[in-house]
């Protein structure tokens, strides 16, 4: 009976090390073909955004985001905001 769990248990660990393998490899593929991740699209017209001599630039989460109306921030200080 410890022989069968035994079993079964390098049986299950094997199968996820696996599907781990499985789909790192489809994500080393997937980089090396010029797909991109969406987190790093976003990290990137995030950096374009700054890098255009802002004066004023907002850092926080999405609560930040959604408490600052950008555009009504440049109508108060007369100045471009990110």
Request: aromatic letters at 12%; hydrophobic letters at 50%.
């Amino acid at each position: 009976m410890k022989i069968e769990i035994k079993k079964y248990l390098f049986i299950k660990i094997l199968i996820v090390f696996s599907i781990f393998l499985f789909f790192n490899i489809l994500i080393l593929l997937a980089n090396n073909l010029g797909f991109k991740s969406l987190q790093q699209e976003l990290v990137n017209h995030q950096l374009v955004k700054i890098n255009e001599n802002q004066t004023t630039i907002f850092l926080g989460d999405s609560s930040l985001g959604h408490a600052i109306n950008a555009d009504f921030w440049s109508n108060l200080s007369k100045q471009k905001n990110i």
